[in-house]
C-alpha cells in the first residue's frame, strides 16, 4: 500500500509514500512523505489546492501515528519544512506534539476587523467573536493583501478561563472541522500561558503554552 488515509476530529488527509495520489474532494490535505529514516520522517504537506503548507498540527500528528504504526514505537519526529515535531504516544490513538515555539503579534485592524497575528511555523488571523461569523470573516480574511502568502483564519469565543470555542478557516482548504495549528494559535493569541482546552465542530484539542512554546495533545487514527 503506497497511502492510506488518516483523520483527526474529521480532518481527513492522505499519507502518501509516493508522488503519484489522487486529491478528492473529502481531503483537507496530503502528508507526502518524502523520507523515512528510523523514528525520523521527513513530508511534504500539500493543500487540497495544490499549494505548499509550512505547517500542520493535525497533520503532522496524523504522519507520526503512521509511523508509529509501522515502527511500533511510541515516538516520532516529524520534519516539516524549517520544523521538527516531536510526537509521543499518550493514550490509545492519543498523542502529545511539541509544536515549537509560538510568536503572538499585536493586535491590529484589518480592513474593519481586529485580529491578532500568530506565527506557529504556518501564518494566523485570529479574530475574537462569535464563530458563527467565519463563512464570511474566513475567506475576506485568508486573500486579504495584509497577508500576501494569505493566512489561516480563526474566529474564536472565550467561555471560560483556559476554555474556548472557535472555528477554522484553512488557507487553501476552506472551513475544516478542526486544526491543530490553528488550536495553538487560539490558545495563544486568547491566553498566551498555561492549559487551554479548544473546542471545535469535530472535537476538543488541549494546548498547553510554556516559556513561548506550545504543546498539542489530540488524536489520530486511520480512516
Known sequence: MTSSRWHA?????LVAETSEYAM?????????????????????IVNPDGSLAEMSGNGTRIVAAWLMDRTGHAIARVHAGARVVEVRRVGRRLYESDMGEVQV??????????????????PHAVVQGDPADLPVVGPLLETH???????NVQV???DAPGEVTARVWE??????????SSAVAVAAATHGEGEVLVH???GDLRVRLHDGRATLIGPAEPV
Open 9 to 13: 476530529h474529521g480532518n481527513i488527509y
Open 24 to 44: 478528492d474532494p473529502e481531503l483537507d490535505g496530503v502528508m507526502q512523505v518524502l523520507e523515512v529514516d528510523g523514528d525520523d520522517v521527513t513530508v511534504a
Open 105 to 122: 503579534g499585536q493586535r491590529e485592524t484589518v480592513g474593519d476587523i481586529e485580529l491578532t497575528t500568530v506565527d506557529v511555523g504556518n
Open 145 to 151: 493583501p495584509r497577508f500576501p502568502n494569505r493566512t
Open 156 to 158: 474564536a469565543r472565550i
Open 171 to 180: 488557507r487553501g482548504v476552506g472551513e475544516t472541522t478542526a486544526s491543530g
Open 200 to 202: 471545535f465542530p469535530g
